[in-house]
């Protein structure tokens, strides 16, 4: 079909590679979802896809071979060129993790789905439900049953994480912190019995550390109390697709602040008492 192919140059950066064991110019990297992760649900989807596109594509070949009289190279030929024209909007040959690509599919009106439940909400689109029935894979109750679970399954996820937070934060950082704190104050303590009015100028820095501290305690249970609430109200909902959503918006922003207080004392604490382990000891420590 076709005469000559374009040579394609090796790229040791392309990271869109499909191997699950790639070969990246001196080195193998082998690729692997999560140990409790499961490829089956995005391989039935791309799966039905294709199988899609290949029935679309057969008929639209054959209507030109069998009504227009073309030959099938000319008829392959033609169907390609026009479904080139079509996905135009989503072909892109850059950098697809960049910031640029992100505004570029904004500009050609792409959908952009950055949390789970929004991103789900395309299981049970009508054109996803007609493309599983008309295949046979799964009739509408089937994919919405699926959808269901998998919503049920983030909440649980987010709500397990959102009380593990909370029970770390406040059983181990606040401690510890508070631990490191009451050290500072009997340093504090004893220069001024020590050096008397004089000790202000001594003691600046480890009273600033003190103050920090308690800011960041002040930060981390205001945070771990409203995010209990955001959870509380979020429990009462029925609906698993509003509980999904309520749950992302409500509850999870209130992970990353209160990571921020509790990796702020993690730099501050004396490295000795500090009860979890560090990203240096877990990289580097043998």
């Known amino acids: 079909v076709v005469g000559k192919i374009p040579d394609v140059m090796l790229d040791n950066t392309d990271r869109n590679r499909t191997s699950p064991f790639a070969f990246t110019g001196n080195k193998f990297e082998f690729r692997a979802v999560g140990s409790n992760a499961n490829c089956?649900?995005?391989m039935t989807t791309l799966n039905?896809?294709?199988?899609?596109?290949?029935?679309d594509f057969k008929t639209e070949v054959d209507?030109?071979?069998?009504?227009?009289?073309?030959?099938?190279?000319e008829a392959i030929f033609n169907v390609l060129r026009e479904y080139i024209k079509v996905t135009k909007n989503i072909l892109f040959e850059g950098d697809g993790y960049s910031e640029a690509w992100e505004k570029e599919a904004k500009k050609r009106g792409l959908s952009n789905h950055k949390t789970t439940p929004e991103a789900l909400k395309a299981k049970v689109s009508k054109k996803a439900l007609d493309l599983f029935q008309q295949l046979n894979v799964m009739n509408h109750v089937e994919v919405e049953a699926r959808y269901e679970?998998?919503?049920?399954?983030y909440t649980k996820k987010i709500q397990i994480e959102g009380r593990v937070l909370g029970d770390i934060a406040r059983n181990n950082v606040i401690p510890t912190a508070i631990r490191y704190q009451n050290t500072l104050i009997e340093n504090v303590r004893g220069?001024?019995?020590?050096?008397?009015?004089?000790?202000?100028?001594?003691?600046?820095?480890q009273i600033a550390i003190i103050r920090q501290i308690?800011?960041?305690?002040?930060?981390i249970n205001s945070k771990v109390e409203a995010m209990t609430e955001a959870r509380k109200k979020a429990n009462i909902l029925v609906d698993a697709q509003k509980m999904a959503e309520t749950y992302c918006n409500t509850v999870k922003p209130y992970f990353e602040e209160i990571r921020v207080h509790c990796d702020k004392l993690?730099?501050?604490?004396?490295?000795?008492?500090?009860?979890l382990t560090k990203y240096r000891e877990l990289l580097f420590t043998r």
């Open 266 to 275: 993690e730099l501050l604490v004396d490295d000795e008492i500090w009860t």
């Open 149 to 153: 679970i998998e919503l049920e399954e």
């Open 191 to 205: 220069l001024k019995e020590i050096f008397g009015a004089e000790y202000e100028s001594l003691a600046k820095e």
């Open 214 to 219: 308690s800011g960041h305690i002040e930060g």
């Open 48 to 55: 039905a896809i294709v199988a899609k596109q290949l029935i």
């Open 40 to 42: 089956a649900n995005a």
């Open 63 to 73: 209507v030109l071979i069998d009504k227009k009289g073309l030959k099938k190279d």
